[in-house]
């Protein structure tokens, strides 16, 4: 397959002004017309150029230019499209051609999922439904005819306004939509079935009355309502913080059960994974609620950052996606609590984000090359990218950045821009230059910054020196410094910050720090004794930081740093080094012991009665395996298993009755139906409770749990007890799945948790399991959600089975990523990913990994999804 590089990018030859597509549905074949009005675009040229029309999978009938019908030698066949030569001003070309979505089974273009019929055109989807320039700088008005059954699809969407319906012969009907904003193919979207709506408004802010519409399939109705609620926030939101006013009379949303990943911003007709936007009280945890709220702020957020302003081309995807992030994490902050959201973005930046950017996948914010661009929607284009806008709006402040933003639409409002384009409005509206910055964009790779400081009493200066370096990676050998803002206070001996006076100038309590080239010293005077540096405040910048601090320093910080994340950061640290320590003694034969300096940073931050419990709760949490993982040079999987459960053992343990009667308190204290953001804190501190207090291995640690499973007061419990029990090979485990299982069968999201519990289990067997329950009656080997849930969560969320020494996890995900890639590669793609993180693995694994990872590419039939990624996995 071949690659495709950003350098060699140019502007579309020809313009598409409108489209009128009709789209007539039928059990066996699926016919699709259209008629492009275009013209030579100015950009490119003029005089007589070849018209590029994408287009895959389809049966092409006719072709039709300025009333002409083309003949076979008027027009060639290209691999993945058609070319028509000789198009030298404005034009009409009708395309006439046939689909059957009910093959569909790679889900991007039209498809079936269930009984209805939806589409899925990002990226390069719309190639699948009809010919046509399928680029994001190519944007037209569209017009949309639908006919189809009227009895079996009543309901027919389409982006815009409905503008016309009607009944056709033979039970047959038809609706039109027309949307009037210029838009790129792969907004588009459609969809026909028999579904229920859930139906509300809101009025914008300048008075407008927008119809909102959020329809399911049928015995889904009654669980939109927090959907419905989070969209209504989400408009309020963007209004009060970015004054951006929905512009459409209708916002619609329609669930899916097999989509490929969370939502689609489809103009004015979103289009989601049912998993992202059903939820009630018995079948949804907070973690659910949460998440739901997220994904549809990110969605309807994309109307002005995506939509409205759209991406030139597929290297500028974190135009839209780092910056609709970005909004989305502060829209959760300021719905929630700040700190812990924070906390939570980090984790999975690091949990994911780093490991991409250490890796033979690693790319920048912006890539410069890719075969399949389905696989750069990355943790690196969408978390990273988040991370540059976030540090531009650290650079700028928040009046600049919103003058910023302000430009960027005044400039490109209805355009098709580049990342560029982006930071030229903030460095503009600000008058920050941030020529250097743009560094973050184009080089890959985790920058490291290390921390070093000395203490003058006699001169009561604190000397800070920084620096930084960033390893290679794949094409990057050499890398150059970038522009990290540290966020940096001064904690005095009382816990305190401390005024700053930073290389003679007053800073107020807390400043940020540029590092901008390989190496800086800034120099802090009048600085009391004893003070401690909290660095990286906020985690202002996405760098690993690696800071001298003692473990008492560590253990001062994480009792009193009134930075939440650097607090939660101090007492991470000294668990990690805890835990490594024990790993260590683990290999050479030594019994294994957690610091005790660990233990009583636990027992003062459940003593600090004035932290939230949310916060609580997240501080209280020991890193996970792979967090653990990373911090070695090879990634001793066994070991780190065994030390982090001793650990918890051991904290579970020692304060058995600190957890125990903070457990049973807590119990008392909430509502299962409280779905407040307080209430949501106190049920995620109870259960870190129980959570040690099963570990404790105590049979009062395991009733508790089983009976939280039984009373069943919501999700939320039920879920934490059982992952509480999961690694327990005890009755209780047994009892309580057969009975969670029982209970949910019939409903596939939440018996996805089911699989999800099953395959994540750190008990033996787990993998023969896994295996078993391919077979179960409600597993659909062919539905990403059930995929995800059953085999990514063991081959994501299972370290130590996965891992297993014998190599037999690499060889059943291969055999997965060789199956599931005949059917929908973007799927295949993403389950292919652990397999390339061979190198952080002992010689064995390793060389097993690899070979999971050649029979992959030594399939004769794969696709260029799974290519990519095995290929770079081994090169
Ligand atoms: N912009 C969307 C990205 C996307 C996608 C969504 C669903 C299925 C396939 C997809 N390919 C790309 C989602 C978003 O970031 O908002
Ligand atoms: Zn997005």
Same mark, same amino acid.
């Given at each position: 397959?071949?690659?495709?590089?950003?350098?060699?990018?140019?502007?579309?030859?020809?313009?598409?002004?409108?489209?009128?597509?009709?789209?007539?549905? @039928?059990?066996?074949?699926?016919?699709?017309?259209?008629?492009?009005?275009?013209?030579?675009?100015?950009?490119?040229?003029?005089?007589?150029?070849?018209?590029?029309?994408?287009?895959?999978?389809?049966?092409?009938?006719?072709?039709?230019?300025?009333?002409?019908?083309?003949?076979?030698?008027?027009?060639?066949?290209?691999?993945?499209?058609?070319?028509?030569?000789?198009?030298?001003?404005?034009?009409?070309?009708?395309?006439?051609?046939?689909?059957?979505?009910?093959? @569909?089974?790679?889900?991007?273009?039209?498809?079936?999922?269930?009984?209805?019929?939806?589409?899925?055109?990002?990226?390069?989807?719309?190639?699948?439904?009809?010919?046509?320039?399928?680029?994001?700088?190519?944007?037209?008005?569209?017009?949309?005819?639908?006919?189809?059954?009227?009895?079996?699809?009543?309901?027919?969407?389409?982006?815009?306004?409905?503008?016309?319906?009607?009944?056709?012969?033979?039970?047959?009907?038809?609706?039109?939509?027309?949307?009037?904003?210029?838009?790129?193919?792969?907004?588009?979207?459609?969809?026909?079935?028999?579904?229920?709506?859930?139906?509300?408004?809101?009025?914008?802010?300048?008075?407008?009355?927008?119809?909102?519409?959020?329809?399911?399939?049928?015995?889904?109705?009654?669980?939109?309502?927090?959907?419905?609620?989070?969209?209504?926030?989400?408009?309020?939101?963007?209004?009060?913080?970015?004054?951006?006013?929905?512009?459409?009379?209708?916002?619609?949303?329609?669930?899916?059960?097999?989509?490929?990943?969370?939502?689609?911003?489809?103009?004015?007709?979103?289009?989601?994974?049912?998993?992202?936007?059903?939820?009630?009280?018995?079948?949804?945890?907070?973690?659910?609620?949460?998440?739901?709220?997220?994904?549809?702020?990110?969605?309807?957020?994309?109307?002005?950052?995506?939509?409205?302003?759209?991406?030139?081309?597929?290297?500028?995807?974190?135009?839209?996606?780092?910056?609709?992030?970005?909004?989305?994490?502060?829209?959760?902050?300021?719905?929630?609590?700040?700190?812990?959201?924070?906390?939570?973005?980090?984790?999975?930046?690091?949990?994911?984000?780093?490991?991409?950017?250490?890796?033979?996948?690693?790319?920048?914010?912006?890539?410069?090359?890719?075969?399949?661009?389905?696989?750069?929607?990355?943790?690196?284009?969408?978390?990273?990218?988040?991370?540059?806008?976030?540090?531009?709006?650290?650079?700028?402040?928040?009046?600049?950045?919103?003058?910023?933003?302000?430009?960027?639409?005044?400039?490109?409002?209805?355009?098709?821009?580049?990342?560029?384009?982006?930071?030229?409005?903030?460095?503009?509206?600000?008058?920050?230059?941030?020529?250097?910055?743009?560094?973050?964009?184009?080089?890959?790779?985790?920058?490291?910054?290390?921390?070093?400081?000395?203490?003058?009493?006699?001169?009561?200066?604190?000397?800070?020196?920084?620096?930084?370096?960033?390893?290679?990676?794949?094409?990057?050998?050499?890398?150059?410094?970038?522009?990290?803002?540290?966020?940096?206070?001064?904690?005095?001996?009382?816990?305190?910050?401390?005024?700053?006076?930073?290389?003679?100038?007053?800073?107020?309590?807390?400043?940020?720090?540029?590092?901008?080239?390989?190496?800086?010293?800034?120099?802090?005077?009048?600085?009391?004794?004893?003070?401690?540096?909290?660095?990286?405040?906020?985690?202002?910048?996405?760098?690993?930081?690696?800071?001298?601090?003692?473990?008492?320093?560590?253990?001062?910080?994480?009792?009193?740093?009134?930075?939440?994340?650097?607090?939660?950061?101090?007492?991470?640290?000294?668990?990690?080094?805890?835990?490594?320590?024990?790993?260590?003694?683990?290999?050479?034969?030594?019994?294994?012991?957690?610091?005790?300096?660990?233990?009583?940073?636990?027992?003062?931050?459940?003593?600090?009665?004035?932290?939230?419990?949310?916060?609580?709760?997240?501080?209280?949490?020991?890193?996970?395996?792979?967090?653990?993982?990373?911090?070695?040079?090879?990634?001793?999987?066994?070991?780190?298993?065994?030390?982090?459960?001793?650990?918890?053992?051991?904290?579970?343990?020692?304060?058995?009755?600190?957890?125990?009667?903070?457990?049973?308190?807590?119990?008392?204290?909430?509502?299962?139906?409280?779905?407040?953001?307080?209430?949501?804190?106190?049920?995620?501190?109870?259960?870190?409770?129980?959570?040690?207090?099963?570990?404790?291995?105590?049979?009062?640690?395991?009733?508790?749990?089983?009976?939280?499973?039984?009373?069943?007061?919501?999700?939320?419990?039920?879920?934490?007890?059982?992952?509480?029990? @999961?690694?327990?090979?005890?009755?209780?485990?047994?009892?309580?799945?057969?009975?969670?299982?029982?209970?949910?069968?019939?409903?596939?999201?939440?018996?996805?948790?089911?699989?999800?519990?099953?395959?994540?289990?750190?008990?033996?067997?787990?993998?023969?399991?896994?295996?078993?329950?391919?077979?179960?009656?409600?597993?659909?080997?062919? @539905?990403?959600?059930?995929?995800?849930?059953?085999?990514?969560?063991?081959?994501?969320?299972?370290?130590?089975?996965?891992?297993?020494?014998?190599?037999?996890?690499?060889?059943?995900?291969?055999?997965?990523?060789?199956?599931?890639?005949?059917?929908?590669?973007?799927?295949?793609?993403?389950?292919?990913?652990?397999?390339?993180?061979?190198?952080?693995?002992?010689?064995?694994?390793?060389?097993?990994?690899?070979?999971?990872?050649?029979?992959?590419?030594?399939?004769?039939?794969?696709?260029?999804?799974?290519?990519?990624?095995?290929?770079?996995?081994?090169?």
């Amino acid at each position: 397959p071949s690659t495709i590089f950003l350098k060699d990018y140019t502007p579309p030859t020809h313009l598409i002004d409108t489209i009128e597509l009709t789209v007539r549905l @039928n059990d066996d074949v699926t016919t699709v017309s259209s008629r492009l009005v275009g013209r030579r675009n100015p950009a490119s040229g003029s005089g007589p150029a070849d018209l590029y029309l994408d287009g895959e999978d389809q049966e092409l009938v006719s072709l039709t230019l300025d009333g002409r019908t083309l003949e076979k030698g008027d027009w060639r066949q290209k691999p993945e499209g058609i070319v028509v030569p000789g198009i030298a001003g404005d034009f009409t070309l009708e395309v006439e051609g046939r689909i059957k979505p009910q093959d @569909n089974t790679r889900l991007e273009g039209l498809y079936k999922a269930g009984g209805m019929y939806c589409t899925q055109c990002e990226a390069e989807g719309f190639r699948r439904i009809t010919y046509f320039p399928d680029r994001p700088d190519v944007m037209a008005v569209y017009t949309v005819r639908i006919e189809a059954d009227k009895a079996r699809y009543p309901v027919l969407l389409s982006n815009g306004n409905r503008i016309e319906t009607g009944d056709l012969e033979e039970g047959r009907h038809y609706a039109v939509w027309h949307d009037p904003f210029r838009k790129p193919a792969y907004l588009f979207a459609m969809v026909a079935g028999d579904l229920m709506v859930d139906r509300d408004s809101f009025t914008t802010r300048s008075g407008r009355e927008v119809a909102l519409e959020i329809y399911v399939e049928p015995g889904n109705e009654g669980r939109t309502g927090h959907a419905m609620d989070s969209l209504k926030r989400s408009m309020a939101w963007d209004e009060e913080v970015y004054g951006f006013e929905y512009d459409l009379d209708i916002f619609m949303i329609v669930a899916v059960s097999s989509f490929n990943m969370g939502a689609m911003e489809n103009k004015g007709l979103n289009i989601f994974n049912d998993k992202f936007i059903l939820a009630d009280l018995s079948t949804a945890t907070d973690a659910d609620f949460q998440r739901i709220e997220a994904i549809v702020a990110h969605e309807y957020f994309h109307n002005w950052t995506g939509n409205r302003i759209t991406c030139r081309d597929w290297f500028q995807l974190s135009l839209k996606e780092g910056l609709t992030v970005f909004r989305d994490q502060e829209f959760s902050a300021d719905t929630h609590d700040r700190g812990v959201k924070r906390v939570g973005d980090v984790r999975l930046l690091r949990a994911a984000q780093f490991p991409e950017d250490g890796g033979p996948t690693a790319h920048p914010v912006r890539p410069d090359s890719y075969i399949e661009i389905n696989n750069f929607y990355t943790v690196t284009v969408y978390e990273k990218g988040a991370e540059v806008v976030r540090m531009i709006h650290s650079l700028l402040g928040a009046e600049a950045y919103r003058k910023g933003i302000d430009l960027y639409v005044e400039r490109h409002d209805g355009q098709a821009v580049t990342c560029d384009d982006f930071v030229a409005a903030m460095q503009d509206a600000s008058g920050i230059d941030l020529t250097r910055f743009k560094r973050w964009y184009a080089q890959a790779g985790t920058p490291r910054v290390s921390a070093d400081w000395r203490y003058d009493e006699a001169a009561r200066t604190l000397t800070l020196d920084l620096a930084q370096t960033t390893d290679p990676t794949p094409g990057q050998p050499d890398k150059q410094p970038v522009v990290i803002p540290l966020r940096t206070a001064l904690i005095g001996e009382n816990g305190q910050r401390l005024p700053l006076t930073v290389d003679g100038e007053e800073s107020g309590d807390e400043t940020v720090l540029v590092l901008d080239e390989a190496e800086r010293r800034v120099t802090f005077s009048d600085v009391p004794k004893g003070a401690v540096p909290s660095l990286l405040r906020g985690f202002s910048a996405p760098v690993k930081l690696d800071a001298a601090w003692s473990d008492a320093d560590l253990g001062f910080l994480a009792a009193t740093d009134d930075d939440p994340f650097s607090r939660w950061e101090a007492l991470q640290t000294l668990a990690t080094r805890a835990i490594l320590a024990m790993v260590e003694a683990k290999r050479a034969g030594r019994p294994m012991s957690l610091d005790a300096a660990v233990v009583s940073a636990v027992r003062d931050g459940l003593e600090d009665a004035r932290l939230e419990p949310a916060f609580l709760a997240e501080l209280l949490a020991l890193p996970g395996e792979s967090m653990l993982g990373q911090a070695m040079d090879v990634w001793h999987v066994d070991a780190v298993h065994e030390a982090r459960e001793d650990a918890i053992w051991t904290l579970g343990d020692t304060l058995f009755d600190t957890w125990l009667a903070l457990y049973d308190r807590l119990s008392g204290e909430t509502a299962a139906d409280d779905l407040s953001t307080a209430a949501m804190g106190r049920r995620a501190l109870r259960n870190r409770a129980l959570q040690f207090l099963v570990s404790s291995g105590r049979p009062e640690g395991l009733a508790r749990a089983a009976a939280q499973v039984q009373a069943a007061a919501s999700m939320t419990d039920v879920m934490s007890a059982l992952a509480a029990l @999961n690694d327990t090979d005890c009755p209780e485990r047994t009892e309580a799945l057969q009975a969670f299982h029982d209970r949910w069968q019939d409903n596939p999201l939440v018996l996805d948790k089911w699989f999800t519990l099953e395959a994540s289990s750190a008990l033996p067997g787990t993998l023969d399991r896994v295996k078993e329950l391919q077979s179960h009656p409600r597993f659909d080997p062919k @539905n990403p959600n059930r995929i995800r849930a059953l085999v990514g969560g063991f081959t994501m969320g299972n370290p130590v089975r996965f891992h297993a020494s014998d190599g037999s996890g690499y060889a059943f995900l291969a055999d997965e990523v060789l199956r599931i890639d005949q059917l929908n590669p973007q799927i295949a793609s993403r389950l292919c990913q652990p397999l390339v993180r061979w190198r952080r693995f002992d010689g064995e694994r390793a060389k097993a990994m690899t070979g999971a990872l050649r029979r992959i590419v030594e399939q004769p039939t794969l696709s260029k999804d799974v290519f990519e990624i095995a290929s770079k996995g081994l090169s």
